[in-house]
């Protein structure tokens, strides 16, 4: 504002005692008059302003209202970790075919690809040997219980060919163990693996190309991830002095940049413990259904919280407050034409128009309805 904000002081001059001197190396001295009496005038309280009209200026009234705490942050769309799962091949080969890629929707037991794979090809050749000594003891034992029968074989001798096709079995069941966990098929006896899905959904993330060799499972990366996209998490960045407005539990109206007219609800499921150093922010998660899969993971989204018990909270008219030289100020009546500028601290903006007032009023205080206009008068007097 102009010079009617600024303090003004007017002070009486004050008449000091006279010191005459005279040349020659002499010097009289004149006794000073009676000094005159000092006046001081107080100055005028510079935020108290008079106006010819006040009742060109409408008051409001500060109301006591309950509020909810809101707060809105941007966000990110990230596929529920507990929904994801990194599909891997449990030998090395070379890769034949690739019958899925990155975004392809996939059912549980879709073949993904197919692997040359060296270990199987050892794997199906051990089975068949473990098959044909299985055959020999199995008739050596036949045999044996025949002479055994007749008297013409001691026990011992058949005891030992029992254990050997006993030993035979166990050797045939674990190749085809070893087989089955390589994903190989004991019909077609092929060195081809197919890796299947393991679960439906979408696949987020794929590290494998045509002819590529997958190493073994301890130095390499997964194949393929599928994400089950029909609950998904939006991760939120909230400042750490905005940390205290959100709580486990509250409710969240997402949108996102894609749909902009089609909020979502979503519920507060983790603040993580740990700031970001950088943006002094902490990782807030967002759980949303997503039936229709309109959320898909990378998608930008804000968040709006609001906390679940409201408070109560002093609140004017948005236009009863002026912003100036980075302060809040309202106008009260002070009697008369006057009207006196108070600082203020101004909280967040409701709906309808409201302001919460944090500091510098209280409930039923009155105020100027339209700073601005009052502002724009008094500068022009």
């Given at each position: ?56 200026f409408p008051l409001a009234a500060a109301e006591l209202c309950a509020a ?314």
């Open positions: 504002m102009k010079s009617l904000w600024k303090p003004l002081a007017a002070m009486a001059v004050v008449a000091p005692s006279l010191v005459i001197w005279s040349g020659c190396g002499k010097s009289q001295t004149a006794d000073a008059a009676t000094s005159a009496p000092v006046t001081v005038e107080a100055a005028p309280d510079p935020n108290v302003a008079e106006v010819d009209h006040p009742e060109q909810h705490d809101d707060l809105t942050v941007n966000g990110a769309v990230t596929p529920d970790v507990s929904r994801t799962v990194p599909v891997n091949a449990l030998s090395g080969g070379r890769v034949v075919e690739i019958a899925a890629r990155l975004g392809d929707d996939v059912q549980k037991g879709q073949v993904l690809l197919k692997i040359h794979s060296p270990e199987l090809a050892q794997a199906l050749s051990d089975y068949q040997k473990a098959l044909s000594d299985e055959m020999l003891s199995r008739r050596a034992l036949e045999r044996a219980l025949v002479l055994f029968e007749h008297g013409a074989l001691a026990e011992k001798e058949k005891e030992n060919a029992q254990a050997t096709e006993d030993k035979a079995k166990i050797d045939v069941a674990a190749v085809k163990e070893k087989i089955r966990l390589l994903n190989g098929s004991l019909d077609t006896l092929s060195p081809i693996i197919e890796v299947r899905a393991p679960i439906s959904g979408t696949i987020v993330a794929q590290n494998i190309t045509g002819g590529a060799g997958v190493k073994s499972l301890d130095n390499a990366p997964d194949l393929f991830t599928i994400a089950d996209l029909s609950e998904v998490w939006v991760m939120c960045d909230v400042y750490e002095n905005n940390l205290a407005r959100v709580h486990e539990g509250d409710f969240a109206e997402v949108r996102l940049a894609a749909y902009p007219d089609r909020p979502l609800r979503g519920r507060v499921a983790k603040i993580m413990s740990l700031l970001d150093p950088a943006t002094r922010t902490a990782k807030v998660r967002l759980e949303l259904p997503n039936p229709k899969g309109l959320l898909k993971p990378g998608m930008f989204a804000t968040a709006r919280f609001v906390s679940r018990e409201a408070t109560r909270r002093v609140f004017v008219p948005a236009s009863a407050i002026l912003r100036l030289h980075d302060k809040d100020w309202v106008f009260r009546p002070a009697g008369g034409k006057s009207f006196r500028r108070v600082e203020v601290t101004a909280g967040l903006a409701q709906g309808e128009g409201s302001q919460e007032i944090l500091s510098g009023l209280a409930a039923g205080d009155r105020v100027v309805s339209n700073a601005l206009q009052f502002s724009s008068t008094v500068e022009q007097k």
